[in-house]
Nanobody
Framework: QVQLVESGGGLVQPGGSLRLSCAAS????????IGWFRQAPGKEREGVSCVDNSDSTTYYADSVKGRFTISIDNAKNTVYLQMNSLKPEDTAVYYC???????????????????WGQGTQVTVSS
């Protein structure tokens, strides 16, 4: 059974950092595309960062470039999202997703992933 479980969310002050984790089970991430998405109340879901693990191609939304970094530990079958210089507008529920890689930029913009986690809340507030 394919499962993705996010963790690491919480409350952080503006300018702070958090690292989100997404542990995969039931399949290996080696040849998959993995993405991090977020959705704030009243807003559409946004693709934050995605990676094609078959060739290491990455995509970042303009809103997070230079602040967020996606990485994969294949030995742990886990994907991470390191978030630095957090802003109040980064507040959202963050989800990870996985699927066969096609076009990582398009997948990240459209959210065309087959498997999704349950989400973890990130709140940036003083």
């Amino acid at each position: 059974q394919v499962q993705l479980v996010e963790s690491g969310g919480g409350l952080v002050q503006p300018g702070g950092s958090l690292r989100l984790s997404c542990a995969a089970s039931g399949f290996t991430l080696d040849y998959y595309a993995i993405g991090w998405f977020r959705q704030a109340p009243g807003k559409e879901r946004e693709g934050v960062s995605c990676v094609d693990n078959s060739d290491s191609t990455t995509y970042y939304a303009d809103s997070v470039k230079g602040r967020f970094t996606i990485s994969i530990d294949n030995a742990k079958n886990t994907v991470y999202l390191q978030m630095n210089s957090l802003k109040p507008e980064d507040t959202a529920v963050y989800y990870c997703a996985a699927g066969p890689p096609i076009d990582i930029q398009a997948m990240c913009r459209l959210g065309t992933f087959g498997s999704w986690g349950q989400g973890t809340q990130v709140t940036v507030s003083s």
